[in-house]
C-alpha cells in the first residue's frame, strides 16, 4: 500500500489543480499535486517536498481532510489531504501535463483520478 499526500492548494479562491500526464500512471486524469511520503518523513514535510519539486512552490500545509484509502487495478494507496495556500512561487508544472486554477463550483466538472474525487466532495461540503 502506497502512502501519498496531496495538497489543495487555494489562492485567490481558486484551486489550482494537475493533469497526469501521458506517460504516467492513470494518464490524463486530474489530481491534486502531491507524492509518496519517504520513511521517517511526516507527512507535511512530503508535501512541501513534492510540490516544490512538481511545481516549484513553496506552500504552507494548513488544515488535514478525511484520508481515502483507495485500491486501483494494479495499486493500492492511502491518500493524505491537505488544505494549502502558497507562500511563494508561481505553479510551473514538471511532471504533470497542465496545471490550472479553477473555481470550487467547477472542481466536478473534471475527470479526476478516482482517489480524489472523495477529497474533492468533502472540500466542497466543507465549503458550504
Known amino acids: 500500500m502506497l502512502h501519498v499526500t496531496c ?3 487555494v489562492h485567490h479562491n481558486k484551486i489550482l489543480i494537475c493533469q ?3 506517460s504516467m500512471k492513470l494518464p490524463l486524469k486530474w489530481e491534486f499535486p502531491g507524492g509518496k511520503i519517504e520513511t521517517g518523513e511526516s507527512k507535511e514535510a512530503c508535501l512541501q517536498r513534492e510540490v516544490r ?3 516549484a512552490l513553496d506552500i504552507r500545509v494548513d488544515n488535514a481532510l478525511s484520508p481515502v484509502e483507495h485500491c486501483y487495478p494494479t495499486f493500492a494507496l ?3 489531504p491537505f488544505i494549502c495556500t502558497i507562500a511563494s512561487g508561481v505553479p510551473d508544472p514538471v511532471e504533470h501535463a497542465q496545471a490550472i486554477w479553477v473555481s ?3 472542481l466536478l466538472n473534471y475527470d479526476w483520478a478516482e482517489a480524489d474525487i472523495p477529497i474533492v466532495k468533502e ?3 466543507l465549503r458550504k
Open 7 to 9: 495538497a489543495i492548494i
Open 20 to 22: 497526469r500526464s501521458k
Open 53 to 55: 519539486k512538481e511545481l
Open 78 to 80: 492511502y491518500l493524505y
Open 104 to 106: 470550487a463550483s467547477d
Open 123 to 125: 472540500y466542497l461540503t
